[in-house]
């Protein structure tokens, strides 16, 4: 959730006039940061995963399930060096804790990155998960269960929260979130309230409902309030015929997610591995689709990213060009001079009056505020997919993939702060474009003690702005260091990295850490192959609606690059299917740490071969999950790339590079559990496991309680939670439910490691 910075945060009116003073420096740190390290090279390949667990009170006697909001100091103890009996748990065990948003939530990190060059570390990463949920679970009374659900199912309904609390908060001004759920930390009830001010009404979010043969096209769970002004929204127009209506940012950042951090050799290679995985980003997000329900009602999409896109989503109507509700301010909580707004009233206002538009279609107006910053129209929210590559034809030379009309989206920018990065030689257009995009928008939340900054070793102005744009990737420059540091000191801080942000959190250990480690194998094997997967940004936008909806993962295509065109020599992936680890561990044991010449595979192809193909032919087409992912006759696919990388790379370098001799059994079990992780993902993108979405929203559909009327009962709710649990710690009572969900060959495996474990 960003910086958690010790001091008083100013509310919207109050902040707002340092606006200008937070993008000013933070770009002075920004070209400061390029100035220390744009040179900085062969760093090596570290990552890491982000996992966020929601504490849940389950009643067995009660039979309910509710979200635990007084449990939060188990995040104070496992952060405090003087509880040594419980901080160490944690610092034994390489697991850091931090804050989320919800009060109800816990964060958990590896505290020392993974190598991606170890074969072994891709087999820790289930270890460590499991680490991080026993070690929380230990601090928690036995009815608290920490569970990875995307979205609570019942949050927003009556009472869902142990202890009870009321939705009357005036942050949110929610009618159905108590402030009660947001952590305690100042900045973050402070952020609420700011969105909220800044927006100049509350968030409206509107999912479709799912249809049934009961079900009631009306989200009739809104009640009558006359607590805040804001109460009256719903029946202005914030809520929609047909949808489920939320208004509080908690519905959208209350959720969790998985995400997976890596670490590049420098920037080059960081931007080019940025702009490879954008296209697989909405793929990704329908192959871990799990939030079928919010607020009690099953709805007709599997996803959370525009629950979360609308929960943080501070623009004013002028800036979404959209029409006012009666009596609201169409600037919102802009400081707009009055007779500004006088002008823009007597036009009716200002949307499309006499031709004189608040804001044109390209995001240009005359209309300024107070402090001199332009109102433009901002196409999306804050939480979107990107809206550029780092890339063009100039940067990489040998690599020239890149054409100027891949960037195709309308991307607003502040052209002040483009003009000061252009005129720095460390910025090229895409990076100066890119950064200035992100600084349209305002911080969010300032400290009162962090407004002055020392821009040659700070760089907390930057890190406000970057990182309350929550993009589908984010590019992740390194911090600010003394000057006079040490190069072998330079060189262990972090340094380039990407973010991997769309990925839904999963309920067992063993999804969260195969889809972790497909990403990171998927990443390396970009890197190592160099496919060309540019497609116009508008298609990956388009994508990133079609991942949202009902089974896309199975039931929908998505624009991808045409095969043809990937740049990569197809034949030297043939044999590397998932059969490979078969037969390379029952042929290859005898020779598994002797014979390097059958560890790199049955060939030895470079794998950057140009492939000849008519220009006529199209650059992007329409493939399914299925395709992109397990390939096709004449192409690989991600998970043939991913089997050669880890036959050229992971297994030569575990068994014989550096005099390091790895134990047969050793290699068969990692080898055999990253094998699984992909079976996992590739039954996923195939239909032959059901996505997690799937498997909940029929196990809804078929309760006995079900009325067909597209709703999530209290007793529903609680045996939602309790099959969560049941898949969590793979209950051996239900090991017929278990094989449904992780399909039968999967689960065998899962069974297995299971049964040795006890």
Request: proline share 6%; net charge negative.
């Amino acid at each position: 959730m960003g910086l958690l910075s010790l001091g008083t945060p100013l509310d919207w009116h109050s902040s707002r006039k340092y606006n200008e003073h937070v993008r000013a420096n933070g770009i002075t740190q920004l070209i400061n940061i390029f100035r220390q390290h744009s040179k900085r090279t062969n760093d090596h390949f570290y990552w890491g995963d982000e996992v966020e667990y929601m504490l849940v009170d389950i009643d067995r006697t009660q039979k309910t399930a509710r979200l635990s909001i007084d449990k939060d100091s188990i995040l104070i103890d496992l952060n405090d060096p003087l509880k040594p009996e419980i901080y160490d748990k944690a610092i034994r065990n390489n697991i850091s804790f931090h804050p989320e948003y919800g009060r109800y939530m816990i964060e958990a990190t590896p505290l020392k990155p993974y190598d991606g060059s170890l074969l072994s570390d891709f087999l820790y990463v289930e270890e460590n998960m499991k680490k991080r949920r026993e070690v929380a679970q230990s601090e928690l009374p036995s009815n608290i269960v920490p569970l990875t659900f995307t979205a609570f199912p019942r949050m927003g309904c009556g009472v869902f929260t142990s202890p009870k609390a009321k939705p009357i908060g005036p942050a949110s001004q929610s009618l159905f979130l108590p402030d009660e759920i947001i952590n305690r930390h100042a900045r973050f009830p402070t952020l609420t309230a700011n969105i909220r001010k800044r927006r100049g009404r509350k968030v409206a979010i509107n999912l479709p409902i799912y249809p049934d043969v009961n079900t009631k096209l009306i989200d009739d769970s809104i009640p009558r309030r006359d607590l805040f002004p804001s109460d009256q929204e719903p029946w202005l127009g914030a809520s929609k015929p047909g949808h489920v209506y939320m208004d509080s940012m908690g519905f959208g950042m209350g959720s969790s997610c998985l995400q997976v951090t890596m670490q590049a050799a420098d920037i080059e290679q960081a931007r080019y591995l940025y702009d490879g995985l954008a296209p697989l980003t909405p793929v990704m997000l329908a192959l871990s689709a799990a939030s079928p329900i919010f607020k009690g009602f099953l709805v007709d999409q599997d996803v959370r990213w525009n629950v979360i896109s609308g929960a943080v989503d501070d623009r004013t109507f002028a800036e979404e060009n959209s029409e006012p509700y009666p009596g609201y301010d169409l600037f919102g909580g802009l400081d707009v001079p009055e007779l500004l707004k006088q002008h823009v009233q007597s036009l009716g206002g200002g949307r499309g009056v006499n031709g004189d538009r608040v804001v044109n279609e390209f995001g240009d107006t005359l209309m300024h505020c107070v402090d001199g910053k332009p109102i433009q129209k901002l196409p999306k929210s804050r939480y979107e997919s990107i809206d550029s590559y780092l890339s063009d034809e100039k940067y990489h030379k040998h690599m020239p993939y890149f054409r100027k009309e891949y960037n195709d989206l309308f991307s607003p920018i502040n052209k002040k702060i483009y003009d000061e990065l252009t005129q720095d030689k460390h910025f090229d257009q895409p990076m100066a474009q890119h950064f200035a995009h992100l600084f349209v928008r305002d911080p969010l939340v300032i400290f009162s003690e962090r407004i002055s900054q020392d821009n040659e070793l700070e760089n907390d102005h930057f890190e406000n702005i970057q990182l309350t744009n929550w993009q589908t990737l984010r590019f992740k420059p390194p911090a600010l260091y003394p000057k006079d540091i040490s190069p072998e000191s330079l060189a262990s801080k972090p340094g380039w990295r990407v973010e991997f942000r769309p990925m839904e959190i999963l309920l067992n250990d063993f999804e969260n850490a195969a889809y972790s480690v497909f990403i990171i194998l998927a990443s390396q094997a970009i890197l190592e192959f160099n496919p060309d997967f540019y497609i116009p940004i508008l298609k990956i936008d388009e994508n990133m609606k079609i991942s949202h909806k009902v089974d896309a993962a199975t039931k929908d295509s998505f624009w991808f690059k045409n095969p043809r065109r990937w740049n990569v020599d197809n034949e030297i992936f043939k044999g590397f299917d998932l059969s490979w680890f078969d037969r390379f561990l029952n042929d290859g044991n005898d020779l598994l740490c002797n014979n390097a010449v059958y560890l790199n595979g049955y060939d030895d192809g470079n794998g950057n071969v140009p492939q000849d193909f008519d220009d006529e032919e199209p650059n992007e087409v329409r493939l399914t999950a299925d395709k992109i992912i397990n390939g096709g006759d004449n192409f690989p696919g991600l998970i043939r790339m991913i089997v050669k990388y880890v036959s050229r790379k992971l297994v030569p370098e575990a068994c014989v590079s550096d005099n390091r001799h790895c134990k047969i059994g050793d290699a068969v079990q990692q080898l055999t559990s990253i094998q699984q992780y992909l079976k996992l993902v590739s039954g996923r993108a195939s239909g032959k496991i059901p996505t997690t979405a799937h498997f909940l929203r029929d196990y809804v559909l078929k309760h006995p309680d079900y009325k067909r009327d597209s709703k999530v009962s209290e007793s529903i709710n609680f045996d939602l939670a309790e099959l969560a649990a049941s898949i969590t710690y793979l209950n051996a009572e239900q090991d017929d439910l278990l094989s449904q969900f992780f399909g039968k060959e999967v689960f065998h495996f899962i069974k297995s490691q299971r049964d040795l474990a006890t």
